[in-house]
């Protein structure tokens, strides 16, 4: 039996930023400008705030830093490190820990100047694994070429297929204002883009952007005096089966086959009821095994489920709507970003790239290398 | 059989005198990789080193691209004879020529100075 708080916790508060390469600022900048945009949306003062749940790439002491930064004294901290699905796995946290009464409003936050600081990917990856590293893959690209060149092998998917990822990705992109990747993208243009670890050429891989965002959780009957439209929290789940891609049994299974189930159970619903799906598409193969994983299409038809712009706009199912880490944004970690589109969906506020009447949505993160799966389902009042 | 005390640097060691080692469990046979002060999943501490026999086939595979004149290298996970699966690189073959299922056999080699278990596809070992 599961002892999730469905519904009475909802995110009242959000902010992306910083989406476009923005020189200049450090990563802790970026995030503290999205935790005050996120924190003013949700109606509430740095003063509200009693947790603070933090991550940034490079500073595995933000628990501290961040609230310094803030001038917040927080009574609860939390700073999962499973990359890019740390943000999903705390807002399980913050669900539980809200409902608890242990803090009483949840800021969780991000942020990365990667592209303009660093000058490329910021590698955050820990000590080098002494069974890999001497190789010298180039992580996180090979370990997801080699679950792709799987993926293929046994299913017959397609080079065509995974292109069909980035091209949806792209036409969402493109109803996008803040969207960092836009124009036409044919599936001949990534066939034929510069080849970077087969299969996979550069378009069927992440941007490398900066970027921030954030989002504040308090239990629900605050949320409905604070003048944001809330996005209750129905089910959160997570699993963890490997670090390294050598030790993932089967490169074309990941542990949101396990993690899926259990959100779905918690918030009482089923794969079919989601209205908008919000994938952690750091390369085009995620997208194909996630929509398997997550239970929207057989193990294996993953990459005939795409074709056709099935998951573009006017598809049938909206998948990715921001334009995703393909075309979006994808500032080492984005985890965080999926969750904000899908609050910004159920709220409405999604423009020309909205889904009409979106009740139901799912925030998904990866993180590692298929290693940390992680889910999160909201809803609007409607289907509490 | 060698009990194995330090496993990390145990395995280097053997590395570097040119040998290919994994471990085994004394008790129930099973092998083991990566090395590990223990099984994985049961605990059981009675791991032994033994010879690798250095035959696979190749799980998966993926050609790192580079910009001339640096070389592109082709690394691959290996499903070894023994059960277990490692990361390795293929080598001594034209990457145009590897298939998933294909046999390889482990040879200890280089990787920029480094001591490093690589595998090249067996004579008419095509998959």
Not at chain 1, 13 to 24: M, Q, W
Not at chain 1, 344 to 361: D, E, F, I, M, P
Request: glycine share 10%; hydrophobic share 45%.
């Amino acid at each position: 039996m599961s002892g999730f708080p469905r519904g009475r916790t909802a995110i009242v508060g959000t902010a992306v930023l910083g989406i476009d390469s923005r020189p200049g600022f450090s990563a802790m900048e970026l995030l503290a400008k999205a935790s005050l945009a996120a924190i003013a949306d949700a109606g509430l003062t740095p003063a509200d705030i009693d947790g603070v749940f933090s991550t940034l790439s490079e500073d595995p002491f933000s628990a501290m830093s961040v609230p310094e930064y803030l001038g917040i004294r927080p009574k609860m901290v939390e700073t999962t490190r499973t990359g890019g699905s740390a943000f999903q796995i705390q807002a399980m946290w913050a669900a539980l820990a809200l409902d608890a009464g242990l803090c009483d409003a949840v800021l969780i936050c991000y942020g990365s100047n990667q592209r303009s600081g660093a000058g490329g990917l910021v590698r955050s990856g820990g000590t080098p694994f002494p069974y890999e590293a001497p190789y010298k893959p180039r992580n996180p690209t090979t370990a997801y070429a080699l679950a792709a060149q799987r993926h293929m092998h046994q299913y017959g998917t397609t080079r065509e297929q995974l292109a069909e990822v980035a091209v949806a990705a792209r036409k969402w992109a493109n109803l996008n204002p803040d969207a960092f990747m836009k124009g036409d993208l044919s599936i001949d243009d990534v066939l034929g883009a510069r080849m970077v670890s087969d299969p996979l050429t550069v378009r069927d891989c992440c941007l490398v952007t900066d970027g921030a965002a954030a989002v504040v959780m308090t239990r629900a009957d605050r949320a409905r005096d604070l003048p944001q439209k809330p996005a209750y929290l129905l089910g959160a789940a997570n699993a963890t089966w490997h670090r390294n891609i050598s030790a993932l049994a089967d490169l074309t299974v990941t542990a949101a086959t396990e993690a899926a189930p259990r959100a779905y159970a918690q918030a009482g619903v089923a794969p079919a009821d989601i209205d908008v799906v919000e994938l952690y598409d750091a390369f085009t193969i995620n997208t194909i095994l996630f929509l398997e994983d997550l239970g929207f299409c057989p193990k294996g038809e993953g990459g005939r489920f795409v074709a056709d712009g099935a998951i573009a706009p006017g598809g049938r199912l909206p998948v990715n709507t921001n334009g995703g880490g393909l075309s979006c944004a994808h500032p080492g970690m984005y985890g965080l970003f999926t969750m904000v589109e899908a609050v910004t969906q159920l709220r409405g506020l999604a423009g020309g790239r909205q889904v009409s009447g979106a009740k139901l949505a799912l925030s998904h993160g990866n993180g590692g290398v298929l290693s940390s799966q992680a889910v999160t389902i909201f809803g609007t009042d409607e289907v509490l | 059989m060698v009990k194995t005390v330090h496993p990390e640097a145990e395995y280097a060691a053997y590395l570097a005198e040119g040998r290919f080692m994994v471990q085994r469990s004394a008790s129930t046979g099973a092998y083991v990789f990566f090395p590990r002060i223990a099984q994985p999943g049961t605990g059981l501490a009675d791991l032994e080193w033994v010879e690798a026999s250095g035959e696979g086939t190749v799980y998966s595979f993926t050609v790192i691209r580079n910009k001339p004149p640096t070389p592109d290298y082709v690394i691959a996970l290996i499903d070894l004879a023994e059960g277990v699966r490692m990361m390795s690189r293929l080598v001594d073959c034209d990457p145009a020529t590897i298939a998933i299922g294909m046999a390889v056999k482990a040879r200890v080699g280089e990787v920029d100075g480094a001591p490093a278990v690589l595998f090249a596809p067996v004579e008419g070992g095509a998959a």
